[in-house]
């Protein structure tokens, strides 16, 4: 077989239908404007996750003081609950020797006569 009696491949052919999809190995100003697109919204998207991540902080340190104040109040006032309960047992304790008084007294009476 001499290479004259070879016919070239359908690849022009091929080409034409998907004409599509080329390559092209020149960078115009639409590359240069779409990367740099890309990038500003990369960039502006970490400035919000970060400037959100800033706001959770702050939230989040309100909230632990919020907490710990909270904390504070609520033992002051179980102090003053424990104080009060002390006082409430207290008078319970002088009501009943009180009662147990009187009632001797009364005893005493009833049978003086």
Same mark, same amino acid.
């Given at each position: @077989?001499?290479?004259?009696?070879? =016919?070239?491949?359908? *690849?022009?052919?091929? %080409?034409? %239908? #998907?004409?599509? @999809? /080329?390559?092209?190995?020149?960078? $115009?100003?639409? #590359?240069?404007?779409?990367? +740099? ?10 400035? !919000?996750? /970060? ?8 939230? *989040?340190? /309100? ?9 504070? %109040? !609520? ?10 309960? =002390? ?8 009501? $009943?020797? $009180? +009662?147990? %008084? @009187? $009632?001797? /007294?009364?005893?005493?009476?009833? #049978?003086?006569?």
């Amino acid at each position: @077989m001499a290479a004259d009696d070879t =016919r070239p491949g359908d *690849l022009d052919g091929a %080409r034409r %239908r #998907h004409k599509y @999809m /080329q390559f092209s190995p020149e960078i $115009n100003a639409g #590359h240069l404007l779409q990367v +740099l697109v890309l990038a500003l919204g990369g960039v502006g998207l970490y400035g !919000t996750v /970060q400037a959100e991540r800033a706001a959770y902080r702050l939230e *989040l340190d /309100q909230v632990k003081r919020d907490a710990a104040s909270e904390a504070v %109040r !609520t033992k002051e006032t179980l102090v003053d609950l424990k104080t009060e309960m =002390r006082k409430v047992q207290e008078s319970l304790i002088e009501l $009943n020797l $009180n +009662l147990v %008084r @009187m $009632n001797a /007294q009364q005893g005493g009476k009833e #049978h003086g006569r």
